[in-house]
Each structure stands twice: as C-alpha cells, then as structure tokens.
C-alpha cells in the first residue's frame, strides 16, 4: 500500500484524512505541485519547489519549509512508496479553522500532504501526437500562482474530453492563454512561439526546459501572445507539462495542425529533453 504524507506523518491511505474545515476543502485556500520521477530521481524538482514557495508567498502562506527541506521530504516518500518513475503531487493549505473568509486570526497551522502514483512515461502519446480543442479562458487573474482553486481548468478539461481531445487549449478573446494544464506552443518557420510568463499563465517548469533546449539548439524562442488563427495556422503545435513532457498536438478543433504529422521542431525539443532528464534529475 502508498503512504500519504500529511504534516509530518507517513500514513497509511485510509488513516490519511484532514478536517471538514480544513480550507482547501472549503476554499480552495491553498497550493501545490507537481513533480516527476524518472528512475527513482526527482526531475527538476529545486524549480518546482521554488515556485511553490513562491505560490505560498503569493497568498500569504508561511509554510516554514525551505526548499532542501521539501526536497527530502518528497525523496523520502518516494522511498518509502518505492516509486521508480511516477510522479508526486504536493498541497499545503492555510489549515483548518471555522468557515471565515478572512484569513484565520491568530493563524492556524497549514496542512502539508503528499502522495506519489507509479506510472511510465506517456512514450505512445509523445509519439503521435494527441487531439486538443479549443475554449475561452475563463479563470480568474493569477493564473500564475498554482492555487488548488481549479475549477475553470476543470471544466476546460471536462469541454475536451466530451469531444474526445486530450488537453483544452484556452484563449482569452483572441489571445491564446495556456492548456487546461499545460503550456502551449505555436511553431511557425522554424520559431518557436509561446504566451509571455506573466499573470493569464502558470509558469511552466517544463516551458522553461524547452527554453533552455531552444536556446542549445539555435531555435527562436519568442515569448509573445498570438492569436487562436495563427495557432490554428501554426506547422507544428505542442503543449508541455511536468506528465505531457513535451507533447505534440496533431489536430485542432477537428483539423490537422500542419500536415497532421509530428513536426521536426517538435522531434528536436523532445530529443533534447531525453536529454534534460538524464542531466537534471537528482
Ligand atoms: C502545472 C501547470 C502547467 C505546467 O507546468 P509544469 O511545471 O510544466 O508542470 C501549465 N499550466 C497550468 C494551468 C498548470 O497548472
């Protein structure tokens, strides 16, 4: 059996429960992460506990952890569950407390969780490509902070599935945003075009991997906003995050992106990520 890690604790799946008040239940009045392992080793995984530090930071959580810390939390309950290669999902929220808006005064301590899942890389996505549609972005403005309230990304998501894709590729007006979760990337003439980091997108770790490809192999890496028509014009489509890696998109609302074939943009920034992995996992 998987243990959960909760505050402190390795706990067996049924003894793993948290209050009726706690507020990531009530509100959504949290954050989290999702990291990955391959080969028993933790991917990337100082950036990803940064920016969780600094999602706790954005919503006033103090969570007195420092990132080596959660470091070797996350190592340790990958130890004991034995995951090889899978991934490990982390929350904290602001705690248990009565039902008030505000936070609570004096504060409460957060509840930190975690627990792992074993599962093999998405090798037959990455290789043909997956479907996705395309939907107005409708989440709040922070989309930058990886907050538990998801319910925009939730409905986005379930809007793909009801048309049999794989990720919903969300627009404000005519400004392509991000997947439901995940980054997305328009290649147009060899260029690789992506949404600025800014409030309307998470900041992916896996946008930065494909950064530092692009910058290795000579690929224009524009961080600029484009529009749903030049996304549906684009050669090659891809969307990127810690479980789709990077993942090619062959069809858009119906229709083949490009040739409907996996681009060579594409079979590059996937080459050098099997790259990234064997360098930046620890
Ligand atoms: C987590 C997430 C991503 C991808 O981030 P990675 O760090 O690459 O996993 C993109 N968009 C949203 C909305 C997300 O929640």
Request: hydrophobic share 35%; net charge negative.
């Amino acid at each position: 059996m998987t243990k959960v890690f909760i505050n402190g604790e390795f706990l067996e799946q049924e003894e793993a429960k948290v209050s009726y008040e706690d507020r990531g239940y009530v509100f959504g009045d949290g954050i989290y992460e999702y990291i990955r392992a391959y080969e028993g080793k933790l991917f990337t995984v100082k950036e990803h506990f940064e920016r969780f530090l600094r999602s706790a930071n954005e919503i006033g959580l103090d969570l007195n952890y420092t990132v080596d810390e959660l470091i070797e939390l996350v190592r340790k309950l990958l130890d004991v569950n034995g995951v090889k290669n899978g991934g490990i999902y982390i929350q904290a929220t602001r705690g248990a407390a009565p039902r008030e808006h505000s936070f609570p005064t004096p504060p409460v301590k957060p509840v930190l969780m975690a627990f792992t899942k074993s599962y093999d890389r998405p090798f037959e996505d990455l290789e043909k490509g997956i479907y996705a549609v395309t939907t107005e972005d409708i989440r709040w403005l922070r989309c930058d902070i990886k907050s538990l309230n998801l319910l925009g990304n939730v409905l986005a998501k379930e809007f793909a599935v009801k048309y049999n894709a794989s990720e919903a590729i969300q627009h404000r007006g005519e400004t392509v945003t991000e997947g439901a979760s995940s980054n997305v990337y328009a290649i147009k003439d060899g260029k690789v075009y992506t949404h600025p980091v800014n409030n309307f997108i998470l900041n992916g770790i896996t946008r930065k991997v494909i950064k530092w490809i692009s910058e290795d192999k000579n690929i224009p890496f524009i961080e600029e906003t484009f529009t749903v028509d030049f996304l549906k014009n684009a050669d090659e489509v891809i969307i990127s995050s810690t479980s789709a890696e990077v993942m090619p998109v062959v069809k858009i609302d119906g229709e083949d992106v490009g040739n409907g074939n996996v681009g060579d943009v594409t079979r590059q920034l996937q080459d050098g990520f099997n790259e990234y992995i064997k360098t930046h996992s620890l």
